[in-house]
């Protein structure tokens, strides 16, 4: 894997796709700088090799060319960040955009308006990223929130740099994390898979039991199972539909040798509210007119001996609802079990959809070995699919 550490940049024009996908308040101020952050190790590598970063981005979901979505936004706290002045241009092709871009000195990073604001992006349209080709003297991606897309600027491009082609320090480092889990992983290698539901994660189950020792299921997703094996779960979030499924998936992962981790007992609420009346209950026998919302306390028990014992961890999705307060100490467990075993040792990576997001709400993000920049692209990764942003620089 060619990172951006292998070559000399010197004099060179570098086209970087970055992720600055950042979000923004009501006064377009930049309320999260993890991805500009993440991406600053590339940048300054480049920049110190006397070379020149011209950063391309989208940001949201254009559908034309709204001033929310323009990446103007995002020069302050990029220019915080970096420590360098950031230029922006408001285009990302055309004249306007190849005089400055010849113009840029050695040491000089111009950013280029949102992608979007071009459909033939998301088309992954080949004249598009022909034009924006002509930018740069190398191609680096380092996108990896947007790398499971075959966009114009995340993939096509890089048949334009057959040679001038390579990987940035956050993209390369995301792809090293997951092997640590999945292919280099010291036993006992723990899967954590918690979220809402089955059927956004049956992918990630069937793929990841080979890797593993242990997989426990939390989450709503956990109550489709329970129901399967015979449990009754009241009005709790159930996939019927996937309840054979579920019973698949335990065969499978028993035919593998995986011990297959379920709640024991549950907190349950008699609606979907903050303010509900809450108690508690065994998981596989919720009253009708109740449901679960996190797991119990000797679940939480129970899942953290299983952690703390592990020396390889995988995390993706919560064990409840953990955005209203009566419904997080599952998270929590979790979080903190994951935190004592990484102290002692343990190689701990959290990544894919809403998981980060618990993380950093309960600010364990440095107290795990590695969190994921990318939701989708992390997922599909743990899916074992090779991400299209991947696969082109690899050609
Ligand atoms: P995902 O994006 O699939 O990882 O799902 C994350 C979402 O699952 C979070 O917004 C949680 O609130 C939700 N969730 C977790 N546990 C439950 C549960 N027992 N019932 C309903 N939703 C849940």
Redesign the pocket.
């Known amino acids: 894997m060619k990172t951006v550490s292998d070559i000399n940049f010197k004099g060179k024009k570098v086209l970087i796709r970055v992720d600055f996908n950042v979000p923004l308040n009501d006064d377009m101020e930049v309320t999260d700088t993890t991805r500009i952050e993440a991406a600053k190790p590339t940048i300054i590598n480049i920049l110190e090799d006397d070379g020149c970063c011209i950063l391309m981005s989208h940001l949201g979901r254009p559908k034309d060319r709204e001033d929310e979505f323009s990446l103007q936004h995002v020069v302050d706290a990029a220019t915080e960040i970096l420590g360098v002045q950031v230029h922006f241009v408001n285009d990302c092709v055309g004249e306007t955009v190849e005089e400055k871009v010849a113009s840029l000195q050695p040491g000089e990073i111009l950013l280029l308006e949102n992608l979007r604001y071009h459909e033939e992006e998301k088309r992954g349209d080949k004249a598009f990223a022909e034009k924006l080709s002509k930018l740069g003297d190398y191609y680096v991606n380092d996108a990896f929130g947007t790398a499971h897309r075959a966009h114009a600027s995340t993939a096509v491009i890089a048949e334009f740099f057959p040679e001038n082609k390579c990987f940035g320090l956050l993209l390369a480092s995301e792809i090293e994390n997951v092997k640590k889990v999945l292919t280099d992983g010291q036993s006992p290698v723990t899967a954590i898979i ?4 089955v059927s ?2 049956i992918t990630v189950l069937e793929s990841i039991l080979d890797p593993i020792d242990h997989l426990i299921i ?6 489709t199972f329970i129901k399967a094996q015979g449990g009754s779960v009241g009005g ?2 159930v996939e019927d539909d996937k309840q054979e499924l579920a019973l698949e998936i335990l065969e499978m992962a028993k035919k593998k040798g995986v011990e297959v981790h379920l709640p024991v007992d ?1 907190i349950i609420a008699d609606s ?1 509210s903050e303010f509900a009346t809450t108690d508690d209950s065994a998981a596989d026998a919720i009253p009708e007119g109740w ?4 797991t119990g306390p000797r679940t939480n028990e129970y899942f953290a001996r299983v952690i703390k014992e592990s020396n390889t961890i995988l995390w ?9 307060e009566p ?1 997080a100490q ?2 929590i467990a979790i979080g903190n079990a994951i935190a004592e075993a990484t102290a002692n040792g343990a190689f701990s990576l959290v990544g ?4 980060v ?2 993380v950093k709400k309960f600010n364990f993000t440095d107290k795990v070995s590695y969190v994921s920049t990318g ?1 989708g692209a992390m997922l599909e990764m743990l899916e074992g699919k090779t991400l299209p942003g991947i696969k082109a620089l690899m050609e």
């Not at 939390?218 to 109550?223: H, I, K, P």
């Not at 449901?291 to 996190?294: P, R, T």
Request: charged share 15%.
């Open positions: 918690g979220g809402a539901k956004s994660k939390g989450g709503g997703m956990a109550f709790s979030l549950a979907f449901m679960g919302l996190d993706n999705g919560p064990a409840g609802v953990f955005e209203m419904f599952g998270t894919g959809g809403d998981s997001a618990a939701g």
